[in-house]
């Protein structure tokens, strides 16, 4: 039995097996930005591996969620199946209320403390129910962060609409369902001094000393609003230094006034970009990395609403060793993922591989505080010249890309066009068993545990005891990869199930192995046999 499932799964991994394949054909050229945007096509198909989620219920997402008491609560109830649907929620603590036509659950928790929640959903074709535990205290970030970031399509073209507009992508394509939550602004929100260009221009504060947004940005608490009323949650983008990256108005020494503005404009999460920091403090050691970043959490925290903060400042100072105590959520772990169109490959390898690896961050990450390799780079994608064009990654290394975020618990965060999700890119964001490994309660960080030249093994241990394990292939040619259970710490025999085609793949003693592509995964989950 056990040859032959190891000879189908190589036979079908070899053959390109797929559940289906399909054009990608939701290109809409009536949708072309003038002056801004020319659509390329790089492929006429691709390979699909996640099925079709049921037509009945399914309920997605965390199991866990952090809140501070005291702060308004937010969370969507994310469930796949027919519409319409029907939310309830059991022993919802004192304070919470669930709407029962769109999942929203919401309200004020006075209380500290942990409360287990039944949540439910009903359609015409069944019903779902499953456990979520509440945990209201001071850590928020339970399980990494998911959502969407403008940076990498919009890079300095982004506007209002482009937000309300990803915001109405993200429920009309289902990501909601699966579990994205936040849609954030990234740079070029704030006045650019010196610009020329009207729509940059403004007062950069107010009479307060408060930050203002540019007229793309007319009015920050409309916007908020209308995010939150899609049961969405809104990110915003600063820096410690007087300009962004981009060269827009920073925080820097009006830390105060601006993150008040933040919390009245209702955003829910922080990027703080280090950027023109680094001509305030020039050759900083590490005191002067962590200053700005203990600042700002310590700022966030004294406001009535719970926002996440995310580092960026690339990896200085092995700021994986620091960046939970000085109040992130996550850190970035290195530089820009697609600093350049074409070397966004060689980024995947170098800062989602070796970065991690050599540094050995699977010590680091946990429930609260993660690891950050940057954004998921894939469907359409700003080429850095007035362009968008399909990601330059194949579809294997797309498999590769998500795999290993979901391996090593990082944030989920995507920043390709929202309006033109593709069938195959959101297979690659909407596996729920794929998604599932990411935002495992555990919160425990994979990591390699083999490698021979291009060949890796990672692996990553689930609360339920299993373990997730990425065959990766690295080279250049279709390779068999091997997990051995003397690698994976394991001894007993293993039920193993593919998490891209959600398919059991039978038992195996000793070791697991397929034929992966270039640059390719084959990504299984295993529990010893004997458990159910
Ligand atoms: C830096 C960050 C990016 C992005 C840009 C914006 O390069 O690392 O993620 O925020 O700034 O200017």
Known sequence: MKHLITFLLLAFAGSGWAAETVPLSTLDLSKMRQGWGTPQIDRSVTEILTPQPPRAPRINGAKVFGVRPGSPFLFTIPATG????????????????????????????????????????????????????????????????????????????????VMRDAADAMVSSGMLNHGYIYVNIDDCWAVKPGSNDATLQGEPRDAQGKVNSNPRFPDMRALTDYIHSQGLKAGIYTSPGPLTCAGHVGAYQHEEQDVQRFAEWGFDFLKHDWCSYGEVVKNPDRAALQKPYRQISEMLRRQQRDIVLNLCQYGMGKVWEWGREVGGNSWRTAG????????????????????????????????????????????????????????????????????????????????????????????????????????????????????????????????????????????????????????????????????????????????????VPRHGVVLVRMWPLHRP
């Open 82 to 161: 027919d519409r319409p649907m029907k939310f309830a929620a059991d022993r919802l603590p004192k304070g919470l209320k669930v709407n029962p036509d769109n999942g929203q659950i919401t309200g004020v928790l006075a209380n500290r403390g942990e409360y287990q929640v039944i949540l439910r959903a009903a359609n015409a074709l069944g019903k779902a129910t499953r456990p979520f535990k509440i945990v209201c205290g001071d850590t928020l970030a339970l399980t990494p962060h998911m959502g969407w970031n403008s940076w990498y399509i919009w890079e300095n073209h982004v506007t209002d609409k």
């Open 336 to 515: 820009d993922l697609g600093q350049t169109f074409e070397g966004i490959a060689t980024g995947l390898f170098r800062d989602g591989f070796d970065v991690y690896s050599i540094n050995q961050l699977h010590k680091f990450g946990g429930p609260g505080a993660w690891n950050d390799p940057d954004y998921l780079l894939l469907g359409y994608l700003s080429n850095w010249k007035g362009q968008t064009a399909p990601t330059p990654l194949t579809p294997n290394e797309q498999y590769t890309q998500v795999s290993l975020w979901c391996l090593v618990a990082a944030p989920l965060i995507f920043s390709g066009d929202m309006t033109r999700l593709d069938a195959f890119t959101l297979n690659l964001l909407c596996n729920d068993e794929v998604l599932e490994v990411d935002q495992d309660p555990l919160g425990k960080p994979g990591r390699r545990v083999a490698k021979t030249e291009d060949l890796e093994v990672w692996a990553k241990e689930m609360e339920d005891g299993s373990k997730v394990v990425g065959l990766f292939n690295r080279g250049e040619m279709e390779m068999t990869v091997a997990a051995k259970w003397s690698d994976l710490g394991i001894q007993e025999k293993q039920r193993v199930r593919d998490l891209w085609r959600q398919i059991g793949l039978g038992s195996f003693d000793q070791q697991f192995q397929a034929s």
